[in-house]
């Protein structure tokens, strides 16, 4: 997977959970969980969220990895050990937040949630600042070296 197909498929990943972050908020906005709704729209956003993880530490930062300076892997280290325990928050939250415990307690369920979507959102944004930010800088880096030498990239002798 080339710089640019990562770039857009971590674009997309972020994308997808903004979106079920959103849905949850309209959930939360109710004066009762709409269970079903509710339960697929968790799932959802919780496909989105592992999925995205996934992503991250098994295809973007290993790329990433592979000639980066000192500080650069240091941002990295620090991004997957944030990855690693915003994961385990969440999953202590889907633990602890089952349906039978929503429905018993929805407004307590709702502000939990809204620490969990800060979290997750905060996430994001560090992946912006640090992963998109190097992908972005390494696909223009690989767009102007085939330019100025396209016979390399085409197999051609120059």
Known sequence: MN????????????????????????HCAAAH?????????????????????QFVSETVVPA???????????ALSDLLVALTAK???????IAKWTYASI????????????DIWAMMK???????????KQLRLRSADKKRASVSRPGEFLG???
């Not at 990943?13 to 309209?26: L, M, S, T």
């Not at 994961?87 to 939250?93: D, E, G, K, P």
């Open 3 to 26: 710089y640019d197909e990562m770039l857009h498929t971590l674009e997309e990943h972020h994308r997808r959970i903004i979106d079920g972050i959103a849905k949850i908020e309209r």
């Open 33 to 53: 969980p709409g269970s079903d709704a509710l339960a697929r729209d968790r799932q959802s956003l919780t496909n989105a969220s592992l999925s995205r993880s």
């Open 64 to 74: 990433l990895l592979e000639d980066a300076n000192t500080d650069l892997r240091s």
């Open 87 to 93: 994961r385990l928050m969440s999953n202590a939250h």
């Open 103 to 114: 429905e018993a307690d929805w407004a307590g369920y709702c502000s939990v949630a809204r």
């Open 122 to 132: 905060t996430q994001i944004e560090r992946e912006r600042r640090v992963l998109i």
């Open 156 to 158: 051609e002798d120059a």
